[in-house]
């Protein structure tokens, strides 16, 4: 008989959810009581409580990392503005896991916006893009703080 690996080794591992299931089905065909059962049930519940702990922390440690690299840029003087805000959007971009991130500034005088800086998109004719600010620029309305209605993708990356 193989022996199935049971939740610690499975969060160890960083086993994907679906297995966690199989575990769970495989435990509880072999149970032989219904309060058996239950406690499979219960340790299930316990590990995918812990897995989804583990990733928060996994995602909170990522945001502090973009955060400190953020930092470091900003306190080096010599540093180039627009370098810094390209940082924050690629880690924007990156931690987000969307396609494309970018950051306009609106003129009011003109009622315009612009693009300041864009990462990932293409072709790179977006990247100088200009609009009135009534009209969504990549399905986000920055004047009205809210998704236009062809919203495609996330409102803080474009």
Request: some cysteine; aromatic content about 2%; charged content about 35%.
């Amino acid at each position: 008989m193989v022996e199935r690996p049971g939740y610690l080794r499975l969060l160890v591992d960083e086993a994907p959810l679906p297995r966690y299931d199989e575990v769970l089905r495989d435990a509880a065909m072999h149970a032989t009581s219904a309060v058996g059962r239950e406690e499979r049930h219960a340790e299930h519940e316990l590990a995918l409580q812990l897995r989804d702990l583990m990733e928060r922390q996994r995602a909170r440690h990522e945001q502090q990392r973009a955060l400190v690299e953020c930092a470091k840029e900003l306190a080096d003087v010599r540093t180039d503005p627009d370098r810094i805000l390209t940082l924050i959007v690629t880690q924007d971009e990156r931690l987000l896991g969307a396609d494309m991130a970018y950051l306009s500034l609106n003129d009011d005088e003109r009622r315009e916006t612009r693009m300041r800086v864009m990462v990932g998109a293409r072709p790179r004719s977006g990247r100088t893009c200009r609009s009135r600010t009534e009209q969504a620029s990549g399905g986000w309305s920055p004047p009205r703080a809210h998704p236009s209605r062809r919203r495609t993708t996330s409102p803080t990356t474009g």
